[in-house]
């Protein structure tokens, strides 16, 4: 593919490796081809990952390094996506800039849709998209407008009323202009270069690529089996994920015939190989061509293409392709279908018609068509006078996602009457393939299209589509209940016009100023992120992007299958007589300790005699390159034997008393007692599902071992270097002195590189010590998935006392978080759960129990937030059900009821005063202008049957530091060079979090010289020993400090200021320093930090764990659709009391990063588990991180003005964590309109929703009369349902019912 052949034989490493399955868009590059019909030059983005190197003949690339650099000239692009802040850790950024670069090369004046629809295609995980879009926004001519108003009318520059703006996060005045001449030219000699006939031959596989139509009918009648690579968008994959081979592959993509496209006035013909953006772009342009009756089909379609994959899927991906991958969740095939569209195919044989219907789709990927077919078009009709078509699509995510049910409908009337004369329903993701709904189309066909047929053709349908229990991909009940729901939309869509929504864009409030600060001082302004014009460039070094070493392994991890087995033994002989094998690295070769010890447990490093879970590392391959490590890995044979009961959920932990130990508890007054005093007793629970950390660069390392003294060179991305120094030193038995561990950036990393990685670098480390070369591993995104565990699931149980005016008197919660199979840092995450279980609230009498149960999944780690988000969601959850019960407003019984209001002690006896949550949550309030807003929402709900709105406001307290204490120390190492440059080390890693722009500010201003003459290297443990991991939100707090104190507490050795002031006052910094160097001044220093005295006692349960508080609220507005259970996020107003900020635009990025992040917790993300505890969810086709589409489409963040911190470098606060808890605003509005319409279904009072609220939960809940209907329906007995289908382990009720009834099932066919 493009993309190694970017990255190792071109070394442009500029293009990133994200996910490997065009998925994530992190390898974007554009490609430039001639038209030669039209004489012009096409470019499109694609994603480098699927695009085979011999299918780009004639075609130029162009990637991130080719528009521009820091050397010559940054290309605008790239420069406003940086100066925007919109570069955090800086992964994703390379193919965001090309995504945008080339819209910008068709487009140079897009507007916002455009922006959008190029952007979403690409993934961050980092910033949350706004401060992305708001660069590239910058090239819109809508961009002079905040679009607060959205883009239609009441635009502000009309002089309809301004919103306030007190101050820009980036200046818009200086930015490069956008100057098309400079672009690179498309090369002439691609333009003249002769198209000949080409056949490519590799190890096991022969490309062959015709020019001509009759070239290709040869090929395809020779070799019948062979695919057509179009757009290797369903191919590639199956190469690469699912291991198909093809011997021989035809690439007919410079067979003009296919690329036909024919207009007449029966319809239009495209040619099978034009991709579904050149579709898109055609129909787009009849739909404004021809009277809007002729196009409902056109409309149908382009309804579809809209939200198919992303923009460098369609870029590339064949409308021949799509038809004949027979997808059965395809979103055109329902709608050609349904549409009466045609195929002409040819072969050998001739030519012939084949109309696209239910025959023509014969089973899972199949079709009619012989083996020998080529298709050579598809007709796509005009619709006719009465003839109304729609096409409807639910998907996990609303762009970019593969369909959960799919529908193309199309009704024809009677002339002048309701009666109908054609119908036809196609769904796609109810069976095998595109199917039809024949049987309710014909019992419809000749009756009044009215409330009666509808009402018997849902029955019918319900009968007609009747899913199997084993349906892959499972959610039976919701795809069941879907088929219904979409057919009503069609119904209500025939009547009207869905209201549709616009991008309203964002606004920014800095509340507070700088006044009296010296221009110069950097601190407190929104200073761009030190890297991000070399992230945005592609020339910010990588893990994976550091040279291939002289002699260089690859390491491949191989684990076990089984999710609870013994190993009876290892077979390595086939691996090794793989060519390139060099070794297989198992426990015995470990010369050090073969375990790590966390919270005093201990955990294997490789697997000895046992496995715990399908995942668990048993041992390692290494090869000369990646694919013969790969290969020899699939050839260990490990023989098991099974042991008997595996443990996947919490039930079945608690079943089975398996937990890591100890058990924690805590209590404030008498909960037992108070519950005697109380007006209510109500008692409820809630599921939340894990989170899987989805960082765009995959854990990755190189160990160089020196030759010498049994030193070695580690070179990894991981968020605590000196764990994984330690960890390595122990595991092969040196001292730490002997290894060195070097971090220049992180990719993204959330909590989940700290133990992780470590334990990974220490395999590499073996291998690179046993066989004495340098070892790389890199993870592919399946595997880190796979192996490195996630956000712990928790199950929440409360039991709440509270009194008729909504007072809390006594709660009782219990915690039961899945561990997975070893510790890991699951104890001190239980710890933090209870630490937070009072959120914001000042209950009297409050009782928290946790455990951390102990299965047979995956281990899983810290994950931003570390347990706060899990915790409050089941406080938060416990408030709600206290005002669903007492029938009263959520907000008054958080804020005025409930919420701490003056100075106070927490459970754990530790005092604060609660000013500025107070503040917060009034000025969300205030700034959200809820009170009017709530009014508009139940008026809508009074007006709206199927769709309903929802707000909640959600107040957070998040207490800062680590809790042991000893954790809070920091270092830094600063050299002051004879030319007055500056080289700053300290202890924290860049994640994309900022702290490397943060600590040159501070050192800026420590030392009263620019940020230019400060350079900040990599965390290096040799120049920063025992540092302590980036997390916590502490590391500008300890590091800062680190930072500072070595100037301001006065290093003796850092004795510059005497000559500064004393001796040559009319000095500048340079002389001083030279003055300083030949006085014998030392010009090296280091600070050192020992932070604040934290501690918990867990036996007197009192403690002052925390340094401070960060404070904020956050209120959240949606939209749900009652029918399919989708949502959008309407507004979203934060109010963040973060002191006073560092660095603004720094940490208005991690709150908008963790919001996102949080609402894809609360919302969209979900774990998919097998019955076995197989991970099914192992990339971004079936796990889906809020993409661009999700932003809200109001986002306002607010910073409180007027906080000061004393605990903290510059009454700064601590902000990475906290905001991520406040995605669960969107939840709790979701769970308000879900409330909403459960009113219209009789049902009033507490229920349980679990996270996330993904559609199929929400449309669940909400239990309109089509759920009612499936639910009803006796054909499929419910707790059957998901027997061989994903289902989050979470839910692990219904695995226990359907394991019962699995074992009913069973002894049933015994016995018959
Ligand atoms: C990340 C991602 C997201 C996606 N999201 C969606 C989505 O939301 N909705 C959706 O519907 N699809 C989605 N898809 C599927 C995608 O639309 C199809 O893979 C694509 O349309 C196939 O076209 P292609 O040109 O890439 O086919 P290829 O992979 O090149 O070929 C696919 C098959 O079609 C055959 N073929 C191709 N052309 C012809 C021809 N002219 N005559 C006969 N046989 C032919 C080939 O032999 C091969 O078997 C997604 C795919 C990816 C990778
Ligand atoms: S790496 Fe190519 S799309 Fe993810
Ligand atoms: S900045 Fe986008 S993934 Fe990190």
Redesign the pocket.
Known sequence: MLLSYLRERLRLTGTKYGCG???CGACTVMVSRYQPGTKTILHYSA?AC?LPVCQLQGAAVTTVEGIGNTRTRVHPVQERIAKAHGSQCGFCTPGMVMSMYTLLRNKPQPNMEDITVALG?NLCRCTGYRPIVDGCKTFSPESNCCQANGNGAGCCLNGDSPPERSENLFDQEDLLPLDPTQDLIFPPELIVRQQDYQLFRGERMVWVSPVSLEELIQL?TSHPQ?????????????IKFKGAWHPII?S?TRVQE?FEVTKTPQGVCFG??C??SVVKALLEGLVQEIPEEKTEIYRSLLQ?LG????Q???N??????????A?P?????PVFAAGNCTLN?VSKRGRREILLNKDFFVGF?KTS?KPD????SVFIPVSRQGEFMRAF?Q?PRK?????TV?TGMRVMFTEGSSVVKELSIYY?GVGPCTVSATKTCAAVIGRKWDEQTLSEAYTQLLDEISLSPSHPGGQVEFRRSLTLSLLFKFNLQMLHKLWEMVWTGSLFALIGSLLGQSGDDPVGRPIMHRSAISQATGEAVYCDDIPKMDGELHLVLVTSTRPHAKILDIDISEALRVPGVVDVITSKDIPGKKFRTFTGIDEGILAQNEVSCVGHMVCAVVADNRKQAKRGAALVKIAYEDLPGPVFTVEEAIEKQSFFLPQRMIERGNVDEAFDKVDHIYEGEIRLGGQEHFYMETQSMVVVPSGEERELKVYLSCQHPTYAQESIAETLGIPSNRVSCHVKRVGGAFGGKVTKTSIIACITSVAAWKTGRAVRCVLERGEDMLITGARHPVLGKHKVGFMNDGRIIAADLHYYANSGNTADESLLVIEKILLHLDNAYNVPNLRGRSVACKTNLPSNTAFRGFGVPQSMLVTENMINDVAMKLGCNAEEVRGQINMYKEVSLTHYKFEFDPKNLLRCWDECKEKSDYGSRRKSVAQFNQQNRWKKRGMATIPIKYGIAFSDGFLNQAASLVHIYKDGSVLVSHGGTEMGQGIHTKMQQVASRELHIPASLIHITETNTSAVPNTCPSAASFGTDANGMAVKVQYCLGSPHMDIQPIDQKQNPEGTWQTWVTSAFIQRISLSATGYYRGHDLYMDWEKQEGQPYAYFTYGACCSEVEVDCLTGDYRTVRTDIVMDIGRSINPSVDIGQIEGAFIQGLGLYTLEELKFSPSGVLYTRG??QYKIPAVCDIPLQFNVYLLSGSDNPHAIYSSKGIGEPVLFLGSSVFFAIKDAVAAARVEAGMVGPFTLNSPATPERTCLACNTPFTQKVRRCHHLCFCCQPILCFKTYCDSQTRIRERNHRLKLISITQQT
């Open positions: 399955g065009g998925g994603n699927l295609g395809k062979a695919p057509l690579v179009m757009g290797n968008t369903n191919i590639g994959p199956d035809i007919p296919l099978a190989g991709s579904l579809q939200n198919l994959g992303g460098q899927i369609r590339v991906a064949s409308i021949g392709g799509n038809i004949v991958s997808y969740n395809s979103d055109l095939n195919v990927g068509l077919e080529i298709v050579l699509r998907a762009e970019n996602a593969l369909a799919t796609g971004p086709s």
